[in-house]
């Protein structure tokens, strides 16, 4: 996997050199990020100011951000960064053994930046992540890490798109700088250089998911040409095996597909695409090839959403979105209901009408149930 290093100072996207020179970089931090999170994962190296905090909790929204704070975070603000929705808050080898101890595995990373070999070995059933600062990759046996542990291992270095490749066919990630995504053609090179196209005659099968529900929507092929149009784009992109052709998802019905993020699997050979869909991905009218829309927590969120941008008449929704003290009563009123239901009642009823309600209200204060699984998670042991 391609992993972005993000830095963040005082609330400003700052580029470091070669020589550890820094400069701020005058740009909308938000749009750079989610560029990047289409190739893959971001890495946001950044100090503890309250700027860079509000910048870390709007980007951890949208984007899968691995967390180094510079300096050391107490255990509180270590989960404090997980409840913003951070894939993983990292840790510096040798200097936090008893929160890292604390926090699930699948929650921490140690980044290691001297001693690899005692480190790999000392962390191992610590977690799930290594990030590791590479001097010489020259020098270093890819084989001869893979001994030392056989969990995921990101590796920070200068590369050029041959080390990426050979370091992706031992399964081992690269951290990558704005050398690369301040180019876009050379981003999308290395994420292309990382795959095996050879083993499919030239195609690989793009399984295509719903960005916001994790629905599948369709399968489709790509190839070379069409991954980097798709990429240089951000729309669904495929080729046609039978038309020998490249085409674009809604080019002739509109039911254009927005491609948000794309991933590879572990053997190079197979594509994922999140993509934002509009209308029907299936051309027989279905949302799905597969299978009609899902009904779940989002697309339920999504539709309040757009009720509060309508307020169409005489809707129950909208005269709850106008009037908070009627949606707080009747909140109560159903909590009520809820834990005082009879065995002969129904309890899904209930629960359906407290489920909505809530959904409701957190609309109207702008939170996603995606902030509340990511709380969640920063609640767990």
């Not at 790999?120 to 893979?146: C, D, G, H, P, Q």
């Not at 399964?171 to 090179?189: A, H, L, R």
């Not at 795959?195 to 369709?218: A, S």
């Not at 757009?306 to 109560?332: G, I, S």
Request: proline share 2%; with cysteine.
């Amino acid at each position: 996997m391609i992993i972005s290093t993000i830095n963040l100072k005082n609330g400003d996207l700052v580029r470091i050199d070669s020589n550890n020179s820094e400069t701020i970089q005058n740009t909308n931090i938000s749009e750079f990020v989610r560029y990047l999170r289409l190739f893959g994962e971001i890495f946001v190296k950044t100090d503890n100011s309250p700027k860079s905090e509000e910048v870390l909790k709007q980007i951890c929204k949208f984007a899968d951000c691995n967390v180094l704070v510079n300096s050391n975070p107490t255990l509180e603000e270590a989960k404090k960064i997980i409840s913003y929705g951070a894939q993983k808050i990292v840790l510096k080898a040798g200097t936090q053994d008893n929160i890292l101890a604390l926090l699930p595995k699948n929650k921490a990373a140690v980044y290691i930046e001297t001693d690899m070999e005692t480190n790999l070995k000392r962390y191992n059933n610590y977690t799930n992540l290594f990030f590791v600062k590479l001097a010489n990759k020259e020098n270093t046996s890819l084989e001869e890490i893979r001994t030392y542990t056989a969990k995921n291992i990101a590796i920070e270095s200068k590369f050029d798109i041959p080390d990426i490749s050979r370091f992706e066919k031992e399964n081992i990630s690269v951290i990558i700088d704005c050398e690369y995504y301040e180019n876009k053609e050379k981003m999308t090179e290395a994420f292309c250089q990382c795959l095996d196209f050879e083993k499919r005659y030239g195609y690989l099968p793009t399984i295509v998911q719903d960005y916001e529900t994790k629905q599948v929507l369709m399968l489709a092929y790509s190839n070379l040409d069409s991954l980097k149009q798709a990429l240089n784009t951000q729309k669904g992109t495929y080729f046609s095996r039978s038309r020998k052709k490249i085409w674009v998802k809604g080019e002739t019905s509109g039911n254009v597909q927005g491609l948000v993020k794309a991933r590879y699997n572990c053997d190079k050979d197979a594509l994922l695409f999140f993509v934002r869909q509009t209308g029907n991905a299936c051309r027989h009218g279905k949302y799905s090839c597969f299978s009609e829309k899902d009904i779940e927590i989002n697309s339920l969120y999504n539709d309040i959403l757009n009720k509060k941008r309508l307020l169409p008449d005489k809707a129950l929704t909208t005269k709850l979105f106008e009037d908070e003290f009627v949606l707080k009563k009747k909140l109560m009123e159903k909590a009520f209901d809820l834990i005082n239901y009879e065995k002969n009642s129904s309890l899904e009823t209930e629960a359906a009408q407290l489920t909505y309600l809530l959904l409701t209200f957190m609309a109207a204060h702008n939170i996603t149930p995606k902030d509340v699984l990511n709380k969640l998670s920063s609640m767990l042991d």
